[in-house]
Each structure stands twice: as structure tokens, then as C-alpha cells.
């Protein structure tokens, strides 16, 4: 069984910086693909970056340029880094590991940039 266990939402002011953290259970993480996506109120889940187990990255383009995503795979965690964040960065953000064939979601973490 994977669990992931997204952290570090919170409110910021536009331009504040936040880091979320996904910690994962089990077996997968070094072989896994992590992603980080979001869900805004009222609109479809959207993607935002994913990183490789090897480090390969790819960012939406809503993010390039203000967000990173990297991975302690002694930790077993991934991190997504946001700066100079925007009010329609607002949402809910989700960490996805896929691995082995599946997908799994961790159960979010809210985000506000508001003043």
C-alpha cells in the first residue's frame, strides 16, 4: 500500500514564496514518477510539474520560471518549490506517484495567495 502525505499549504501574499512537501510510503519512491498537480475551485485538476526518478523535469507552463520541484529519494519525499506566487495559483495541490502500472494521489493540500 502507498500513502502520500502532502504539507506546507498555507496563505501567502502574491509574490510569497511557499514549499510543499509529499512524503511517500512504501516501496516505490525511487522507481516512481512524482508529479505535483492542482484543482482551483470550480475548475478540473490541472497539472503542474513532474520529476523523474533519474531527475528529469517538466513544468506546465503556468510554473516555468516560478516553480521547482525536486526529490530526497532517501527521504522519500518530493517538493515543489513555489515563488513569486499569484492569486490563481490558489488551490488545491495534489501529489501523484505513478509507478509499476499504477496511481496514486495524496489527499492535498490547500493553497491561498491572497492579501
Known amino acids: 500500500q502507498v500513502q502520500l502525505v502532502e504539507s506546507g499549504g498555507g496563505l501567502v501574499q502574491p509574490g510569497g514564496s511557499l514549499r510543499l512537501s509529499c512524503a511517500a510510503s512504501?516501496?516505490?519512491?525511487?522507481?516512481?514518477?512524482m508529479a505535483w498537480y492542482r484543482q482551483a475551485p470550480g475548475k478540473q485538476r490541472e497539472y503542474v510539474a513532474w520529476?523523474?526518478?533519474?531527475?528529469?523535469?517538466n513544468f506546465a507552463d503556468s510554473a516555468k520560471g516560478r516553480f521547482t520541484i525536486s526529490r530526497d529519494n532517501a527521504k522519500s519525499t518530493v517538493y515543489l518549490q513555489m515563488n513569486s506566487l499569484k492569486p490563481e495559483d490558489t488551490a488545491v495541490y495534489y501529489c501523484?506517484?505513478?509507478?509499476?502500472?499504477?496511481?496514486?494521489w495524496g489527499q492535498g493540500t490547500q493553497v491561498t495567495v491572497s492579501s
Open positions: 501523484r506517484a505513478a509507478a509499476d502500472g499504477s496511481i496514486y
Open positions: 512504501g516501496s516505490i519512491f525511487r522507481k516512481a514518477v
Open positions: 520529476i523523474t526518478s533519474f531527475g528529469t523535469q
